[in-house]
């Protein structure tokens, strides 16, 4: 009998196997308005000067060998760690209709592909430079699949000028979002044209699934998923009051059944179906307000991840994070991972949970 190597319904269930990213290789994505709509403005000088081209090598040292460090200490839990290929992300590719200088990373698998249930969703990603990112990771998925895994990929997008909205900013409410209208569809720098998804858009709650619609996750990608999963899982959209969504786990973070962390910038109030959660407000993050950030806010501090519903990995020097999650009956583990956070993600980007003892259950009642 065959035993399933994919399993993973939740956040916090026990983690028994992982894949976690690796940032040899990393190259600048090319500017583009995709790149516009969600990087910080700080950055979009860099972007220009340096697409196609490599971070600082003391960087992407400095990363390397926090992730290195992270995957040991998984490792010492009893985790199962697997990596993918490694990529040189500086060459360029393209189609008939456009040509990218280079790709990105293969550093955050939790973007490129959902795990639900026993089956790995790859995602379309809505990046040029993300075209092939699913690709170092083939190897792990090809595995999984010959021992019984499901394995799946979202149609291939053409990402043409009829997949962007360059005029996306010209359609923001004035004031900014709200919660009465947090991501008006005219805002978004991708269109309807094809489904578009980026996996870090997707929250699993046993059998409910929670998306946001963003600047790299469209309806059409939310509905290609829920067709995909059929009656096994419910797909759920949810909004926040974010001008630049782009991923979810900074902003609405599921730390164990009944408890969220959530962002106070974001989260005004949660979702219905969460009525009787608590929500725990995420503190100010330690970042340094000047620190360099390529991909992301400040608020990369609070992507957290569960080993188990007790245990939870935490940036080490977010110190007031660490006592609040304390106070709250969970026991913090802080790993460095300050120069991860500087390339666009935390623990949870960082890791894709293929496997966590547990079985699927019903949390909510509606």
């Known amino acids: 009998m065959t ?3 994919v399993g993973s319904y939740n956040e916090w269930d026990p983690l028994e196997e992982v894949i976690v990213g690796v940032i040899d290789g990393a190259a600048v994505p090319p500017w583009h308005p995709a790149i516009e709509a969600t990087v910080p403005p700080e950055a979009w000088e860099f972007y220009r ?4 081209g490599a971070f600082p090598a ?3 040292e400095a990363a390397r060998e926090e992730l290195d460090g992270f995957a040991r200490i998984l490792e010492g839990e009893g985790v199962t760690v697997r990596r993918p290929d490694p990529v040189d992300q500086s060459h360029s590719f393209g189609t008939q209709e456009w040509q990218s ?16 249930g026993d089956t790995i969703v790859e995602a379309t990603m809505g990046w040029r430079s993300y075209y092939f990112a699913t690709h170092p990771f083939r190897t792990i998925f090809k595995d999984y699949f010959r021992r019984g895994a499901g394995w799946v990929a979202a149609p291939k997008p053409e990402l043409t000028d009829a997949s962007y909205n360059p005029r996306y900013a010209e359609a ?3 004031g900014g979002p709200s919660k009465e209208n947090p991501f008006p569809p005219e805002t978004s720098v991708i269109t309807e044209f094809e489904p578009i998804l980026d996996a870090g858009d997707f929250m699993r709650f046993g059998r409910d699934i929670l998306v946001q619609r963003s600047h790299v996750t469209n309806r059409f990608g939310i509905e290609w998923v829920r067709r995909l999963l059929g009656d096994r899982f419910r797909v759920r959209e949810v909004a926040f009051v974010d001008d630049h969504p782009m991923h979810m786990n900074a902003t609405f973070v599921p730390l164990r059944p009944g408890k969220v962390l959530i962002n106070p910038e974001r989260v005004p109030e949660p979702p ?17 307000a000047d620190q360099t950030m390529y991909f992301c806010s400040r608020w990369i501090a609070m ?7 007790e245990r939870i990995f935490v940036e080490a020097q977010e110190t007031e994070l660490l006592r609040l999650l304390e106070k709250e009956g969970f026991t913090p583990i802080p790993v460095p991972f300050r120069t991860v956070n500087t390339f666009g993600g935390g623990f949870h ?6 496997r966590r003892r547990g079985e699927p259950e019903d949390y909510f009642t509606d």
């Open 58 to 60: 003391e960087q992407v």
């Open 101 to 116: 200088t280079g790709g990105s990373s293969h550093t955050f698998p939790r973007d490129i592909a959902l795990v639900a």
């Open 3 to 5: 035993t399933n190597p």
């Open 303 to 309: 992507n957290t991840l569960m080993l188990d519903q």
């Open 172 to 174: 923001k409410p004035a």
């Open 272 to 288: 219905e179906m969460f009525r009787g959660w608590d929500m725990i407000v995420c503190p100010e993050p330690a970042i340094p």
């Open 49 to 52: 000067r340096n697409g196609g």
């Open 349 to 354: 980007c960082a890791t894709l949970d293929v």
